[in-house]
């Protein structure tokens, strides 16, 4: 059974930072598109960042460019999502996801999704 944890959210300041990480079972994430996800209240889930699974292709949404950084484990089936100067607009809920394809790194192409948790940023 294809399952993904996620843990890492929590409250935060301002200029702080927070690393989220998505553990998976029952599929090979070597094999896998990963990415990260948010929706904040009233909006669409929006592609945070992304790894495609044929070339390899990592995606930054611009308003994250510079600060977040995704990064893989292969040995631990594991993904993370390193988040630096955090801003109150980088409040919502994250989450994980993991597709066979997911060649672009849009919510509606991936077929595997974590829980969500909630990353709060505010002083």
């Known amino acids: 059974q294809l399952q993904l944890v996620e843990s890492g959210g929590g409250s935060v300041q301002p200029g702080g930072s927070l690393r989220l990480s998505c553990a998976a079972s029952?599929?090979?994430?070597?094999?896998?598109?990963i990415g990260w996800f948010r929706q904040a209240p009233g909006k669409e889930r929006e592609g945070v960042s992304c790894?495609?699974?044929?070339?390899?292709?990592?995606y930054y949404a611009d308003s994250v460019k510079g600060r977040f950084t995704i990064s893989r484990d292969n040995a631990k089936n594991t993904w993370y999502l390193q988040m630096n100067s955090l801003k109150p607009e980088d409040t919502a809920v994250y989450y994980c996801?993991?597709?066979?394809?997911?060649?672009?790194?849009?919510?509606?192409?991936?077929?595997?999704w974590g829980q969500g948790t909630q990353v709060t940023v505010s002083s």
């Open positions: 996801a993991a597709d066979v394809v997911g060649d672009v790194c849009v919510a509606s192409e991936y077929d595997y």
């Open positions: 029952g599929f090979s994430l070597e094999h896998h598109a």
């Open positions: 790894i495609s699974t044929n070339a390899g292709i990592t």
